[in-house]
């Protein structure tokens, strides 16, 4: 029988499992430490795994919803640029018919029919960023006004110019919700083309209106061609007004959607996200049960029964 270690097997396996524990405490408060995690799989997270997923995909919903949002305000940002230009030529066209008919004379009434035609044919057939045409519906990989002249719009019927498709664009701002924000081509440009092409056509032969007017070209100007124009800026006024409405509501959703995915992120937080100030502290303590786990088993190791013996002398 040795008489060299007090230690047992049990004792030593005792201990041996003290430091293995202590080991693993503390490897696991460092990983919170450093990740900010309680746990790194779902082990760690226990019977909270089915809500911390849920809370996850309910904020990738709402990170999708305002995605998706943000680039709808964008468009409509942009249309309201345009609606609110095609209003003022709608102004512009029915100023000059009243100035006309005020002063009997129609110098450059035509020419300036000619100019805002221009750009109202180049606002209908906008692109977005991806070559798409905005004022296009569902055909928006087609131009949806095909006049390219005033002679030739004059010539026609007004509503054959027009090929844009017939649903307007919406968006999906959250669970069943969607919000319109597209417009259709005919619905803000064939009021305001009927009036240049009512204007043009008075203008027979070429140029009549240019210069001194008489009575009855004033009076054919003031019941045929004001009305017209007049209509057609009263309907591009209230399509800025609405588009003008989506746009205000698509910046509600986004700040809902912006508020739903802080909530649901705070849902994850709670559930995954390590209380720092805890984890430090069990971590100091954690290493400290280790060294002290370690020490106790060194000290333990190296005792002996000789440690407790009499020190023997011999006498001379």
Known sequence: ???????????????LAQIMQANKALDESQAQVSTG???SDYTGIGDKTAALEAARAAKSRADAYQANTQ???????LQDAQLTTLSGLATQLQQAIRNAVGNSDGTNLIETAQSIFEQASAILNSTDANGNYIYGGQNSDTAPFTATSLQQLAGGTVSDFFVNGKIAKTVLVSDGQTQQIGVLADNIGEQLMTALQTLYNLDTPSGSLSGQLDSTQTDALTSQALP?????ADSLNAATAANGDAYKSLQDAVTNQSSMSNLYQGFVS??????????LTNLSANQV????????TASLGQLSLL??????????
């Open 1 to 15: 029988m040795s008489v060299d270690r007090v230690a047992t097997n049990s004792q030593t396996q005792f201990l």
């Open 37 to 39: 995690k309680i746990a």
């Open 71 to 77: 680039l709808a305000l964008t468009q409509t940002d």
């Open 228 to 232: 017209v124009a007049s209509q057609a």
């Open 270 to 279: 709670d559930i995954e996200d390590v209380d720092m100030a805890k984890a």
């Open 289 to 296: 049960a280790l060294q002290a786990a370690l020490q106790v």
């Open 307 to 316: 440690n407790y013996l009499p020190v023997s002398t011999s006498s001379g």
